[in-house]
């Protein structure tokens, strides 16, 4: 199947410093790519979606000035947390849909993220 | 949206089949279904996906019947290392879809 990376797997920061979460398709082009966070022994839950070259669309209750996504290229989108507080730790996970060279039917996901603010 | 209702848990025997059920009453036409599983502390892994009948790969079956409104995913010979959340979904490939997730099926395989 195809690879999705995510980088950092695990991240500790400081309350009220950014971090940023990079998501990479590493063998194919993802034109759309979605970001989700998960609580323990919860469901994911999704964050916004982003396409290339364009603004992402966040869902409901979720602070765009909060959870900077970027998603410059192909293959690469990233998130940002800036002002981290210790309710914002989670595991986040990205997601991408291929495009043009890959069935769009089918989302793969990246290994996800743990965010510990302390 | 296509929203997704599976039953919350399940357990099972080493040996046995699993099958799970998710419904989807308001799928779309071009709509397909993808189960996925997960395990703790890891991204959703791709098990199978399906539009309509039967699909069968290397680890599971897809049932999907004609009006769409359900599918079953089914686990030939379960192991412990099965044990994990399952979630199926739905969706197409409009660039504005949004997949959501449903609650997911912890399945819990016993020796």
């Known amino acids: 199947g195809a690879v999705v990376s995510q980088h950092p797997s695990r991240v500790i920061c400081k309350s009220g410093t950014s971090v940023k979460i990079e998501c990479r398709s590493l063998d194919f082009q993802a034109t759309t790519m979605f970001w989700y966070r998960q609580f323990p022994k919860q469901s994911l839950m999704l964050m916004a979606t982003?396409?290339?070259?364009?603004?992402?669309?966040?869902e409901q209750g979720v602070e765009k000035d909060k959870f900077l996504i970027n998603h410059a290229s192909l293959t690469l989108s990233t998130l940002t947390v800036t002002s981290a507080h210790p309710e914002d730790s989670s595991f986040y996970i990205c997601?991408?849909?291929?495009?043009?060279?890959?069935?769009?039917?089918?989302?793969?996901f990246g290994e996800g993220s743990w965010l510990t603010v302390v | 949206l296509a929203k997704t209702t599976q039953p919350i848990s399940m357990d099972s025997y080493e040996g046995q089949e699993v099958n799970i059920t998710c419904s989807h009453n308001n799928i779309a036409t071009n709509d397909y279904i993808t189960w996925y599983q997960q395990f703790p502390s890891q991204g959703p892994r791709f098990i199978i996906q399906g539009y309509k009948t039967k699909v069968t790969n290397e680890v599971a079956s897809l049932f999907i019947p004609a009006d769409r409104k359900s599918s079953t995913l089914s686990l030939p010979r379960v192991s412990l290392s099965d044990t994990a959340v399952y979630y199926c979904l739905v969706g197409g490939d409009s660039g504005t879809y949004k997949y959501i997730f449903g609650t997911g099926t912890r399945l819990k395989v016993l020796a």
């Open positions: 997601s991408a849909r291929g495009g043009r060279d890959r069935s769009g039917n089918t989302i793969y």
């Open positions: 982003s396409n290339e070259g364009s603004k992402a669309t966040y």
